[in-house]
């Protein structure tokens, strides 16, 4: 693999954002840290999207950056294949382009990985939505393969800054055609083959949910049984392909299983029963519920009825 030339490459897969564009662009353009790679992917995006970037970049004229075009719509999975395989920087991260990052964003987290000399530096986040804000602070320091085992890692590609040796030598990136959850793969792969992960405590990236929050509950029940089983599977293989932890894919599988019985528009007790049900064991005895809750879902492998009617009288309670 060739040395690199940025000391980060920026990805950000566009498409449909000519509302948020600028205000995501603009604080990449502003980053304080010098020699950085911008990588927009326009996935064939239909609205101004791009116009809009241009116009933006004329604020910023000494700022360098790239625009890959795909022909035609590819999904958000190949947008950012696109943009990991043409980066060139020391470390990867992305940026999606209805979010935006803080100025020092990578001038803090790029120091910090050169510090500690991680192959995942994860930093915090902010999360806002229509009516609330909240800030989650990552506490973690160890191996990828630790963090997995505690369930303590970074589910997304915007709040961390990975080696690109890393993505490339062992060429991670999101699976072919899954565009929701394309984040999760990557990084429970990265992880597993990290010896250095370390948190900041510093809040770096602004999450922004106020326009997906809307269909959040539609696109989850769509997406589950065109994204989010197939990736699952996809990663129960790859995990079991490099000889790693059942208990990793057991935990995510139980986690899921949840939240298809407790997730607005879904609450299907049958289908969270019947999906791996080598999970089952571990799904009825999380920590995170109630004994209640527990002993419920104990009795509803037996009996899924009585599963699905204690459900809908949670539901109703709300």
């Known amino acids: 693999m060739s040395s690199p030339k940025y000391k980060v490459s920026v990805i950000i897969?566009?498409?449909?954002?000519a509302d948020t564009i600028d205000r995501c662009a603009r604080s990449l353009f502003g980053q304080t840290l010098e020699d950085v790679e911008f990588i927009f992917v326009d996935d064939c995006s239909p609205d101004k999207s791009i116009a809009n970037l241009k116009q933006t970049a004329k604020d910023f004229p000494h700022k360098q950056f790239k625009i890959i075009s795909h022909k035609t719509n590819q999904g958000v999975a190949a947008a950012r294949t696109t943009g990991m395989k043409a980066a060139q920087g020391k470390y990867i991260i992305h940026c999606d382009p209805d979010d935006w990052m803080e100025l020092t964003t990578l001038e803090r987290s790029y120091e910090a990985a050169e510090k500690y000399n991680t192959d995942i530096l994860t930093f915090g986040y902010r999360e806002i939505k229509r009516n609330s804000t909240a800030e989650y602070r990552p506490t973690f320091e160890g191996s990828g393969l630790e963090a997995l085992l505690k369930w303590q890692f970074s589910f997304t590609l915007w709040n961390c800054l990975v080696r690109r040796d890393l993505i490339a030598k062992n060429e991670i990136y999101p699976f072919d055609g899954i565009n929701s959850g394309e984040d999760t793969n990557v990084m429970m792969r990265a992880y597993a083959l990290s010896k250095k992960v370390k948190s900041i405590n510093d809040i770096l990236y602004n999450y922004d949910r106020t326009i997906s929050d809307s269909?959040?509950?539609?696109?989850?029940?769509?997406?589950?049984?065109?994204n989010i089983i197939p990736n699952i599977s996809r990663l129960d293989m790859w995990f079991k392909e490099h000889n790693l932890p059942d208990s990793i894919m057991l935990t995510f599988k139980a986690k899921m299983k949840g939240?298809?019985?407790?997730?607005?528009g879904m609450h299907n007790a049958s289908l969270a029963i019947k999906m791996w049900p080598e999970a089952n064991t571990l799904w009825c005895n999380m920590p995170e519920y109630s004994t209640t809750t527990r002993l419920i879902?104990?009795?509803g492998v037996i009996c899924p009825l009585l599963l699905q009617i204690y459900i809908r009288l949670r539901t109703h309670g709300k």
């Open 259 to 264: 939240e298809v019985l407790f997730r607005d």
């Open 215 to 226: 269909i959040t509950t539609q696109k989850f029940k769509i997406n589950f049984e065109r």
């Open 13 to 17: 897969a566009v498409y449909n954002a």
């Open 297 to 299: 879902l104990k009795a």
